[in-house]
Structures are given as C-alpha cells and as structure tokens.
C-alpha cells in the first residue's frame, strides 16, 4: 500500500510519536483521524494540517469511543486501511520501596491503556478492515503498534510498563498469523530513548546525558523517525509478525 492511499487511525496521534506520524502520512498524501484526548493539542494540528486530518476524542479502553472513531473514519474520511496504535502511559513505581509496595490500581491502569487499550483498537479495527477492497498487494490493511525497548530490557521501576509493552510484543505474532487469511499485517515498532514531551520537563543537560547512552546517533531520536518507519511498514508488504527495535543500537542498563 503506499501512503497516499492511506487513510490512517493514531491513537497518541495529538503528540510525541503519533503527531509525527499523523505529520508524515500527511505530507506524503495520506489521511489521518487523530485518537486522543488532548483537545487543545489535536485541534491545533487538524487547523494546521487541514482537511486531510480529523481528530475524535477518544478513550482506546472504551469499546464505544473506539468504535465511533472507526466508524468516523470509515464512513468520513473514504476508509479505515491503517492503525498505528501511540496511546500510551509510562509511570515509574518500584514493587518494594520506602514508600511502601506497589500500587494494584496503578498496575491495573497501566496494563489497561497500553496492552488493553492496544488490543481493542487492533480487534476493532480489524473487523472494520475485512470489509475493505484487496489492494493491488493483495493486503486489505496494515496494523503498527508501539511497544518499547522496555519490553526487553526493563529497568528497575518499570514493572508495570516493561509487562504492558511486553504484551503488545508477544501478541504481534499470533494477531498477524490471525489476521494473514484477510490480508491485514500486524507489525510493532520498540522505539528507544526518543525526544517526545515527556522529556520535555528534563533540563538540557539531562536530555544530553540520556542521548549519550545510546551508540548511534548519539543522541535522542526524533519523533519524525518513527514516522518514517511507519511510512517504511506501509509501503512494504513483506513486513509482517514481526517487532522492529528503533533504538540507535541502545541496550538498557537496570536502572
């Protein structure tokens, strides 16, 4: 499929990794509903980016914002061919520390935005997706998701986030050899230390110390190359079941 037949749905899609990506469909021809709940942020860059992109504001745990999102993008904007699932949550809690043990509810609400919200995005879609004509490819869509270097390499504190993203990993591979039979692809990207707003309250110096971990580029990646790799998943059929680390060659230490 090439990307200006895209017609995309990004969770996250308001900042971070899903604006870039809603950004980069965009310039190359595609069209973008935009999932979040930052409203300020998501009507800001559907003014910018223009009648091209929508925004639905959207909880990814709630069945029925989900599917007014789909149905949004299907029926408005002439088809729902990719997802490219960026809604995500990281919070830092250690099992044991001074403060006590681990909050149940803040694992809970973890595992529900990033692995749950994930899944339910992805089975929601893909029952809308098998409605769809085949492409020349012989594909009817394409399905990205976000997990992290976390999934593999978890540091201390990160339990909760390293088991969420750990399942969107586990779960690529069965959900594509599910989905294979209707031509929908399932791909996951594990992105490293990138400079999304979540860094943004970091001083300078910090955000230099955290680019010098990784071996190169010696640095934090940049938004816009994730969508890039997304633009590269779109556009090759080959890729499928399979999660790609984004990393710069970084491997994380234990804390």
């Given amino acids: 499929m090439k990307l ?84 995500g949550i990281g919070i830092a809690s250690k099992v044991l520390s001074k403060k006590g043990v681990h909050d149940l509810g803040l694992f809970s609400k973890v595992i529900g935005v990033n692995l749950v919200g994930t899944f339910n995005i992805i ?5 809308k997706m098998v409605q769809n004509e085949v492409f020349e490819t012989g594909e009817r869509g394409v399905i990205i998701n976000t997990a992290s270097v976390a999934a593999f390499e978890g540091q201390i504190g990160q339990a909760a986030y390293s ?27 594990a992105p490293g230390l990138f400079h999304t707003p979540m860094f943004d309250s970091l001083p300078e110096e910090a955000r230099e110390s955290l680019g010098k971990m990784v071996p190169f580029p010696t640095r934090l990646g940049y938004p816009a190359e994730y969508g890039q790799l997304v633009g590269s998943i779109v556009e090759n059929p080959m890729l ?15 804390k």
């Fill in 4 to 87: 200006e037949q895209s017609c995309a749905l990004v969770t996250g899609g308001a900042s971070g990794l899903g604006e870039a990506t809603v950004r980069h469909i965009v310039a190359n021809g595609g069209k973008a509903v935009i999932v979040d709940l930052a409203d300020e942020r998501a009507e800001k860059l559907c003014a910018e980016l223009g009648e091209k992109v929508a925004y639905i504001k959207t909880d990814v745990t709630r069945e029925e914002d989900v599917i007014q999102a789909i149905e949004y993008a299907a029926d408005k904007m002439g088809g729902l061919n990719t997802v490219i699932n960026c809604a």
């Fill in 123 to 127: 089975r929601l879609a893909a029952e």
């Fill in 163 to 189: 088991a969420s993203k750990g399942g969107v990993v586990g779960m690529t591979l069965p959900i594509a050899r599910e989905l294979a039979p209707f031509g929908i692809r399932v791909m996951t990207i």
């Fill in 240 to 254: 499928n079941g399979e999660t790609i680390r984004l990393d710069g060659g970084i491997r994380m230490q234990p």
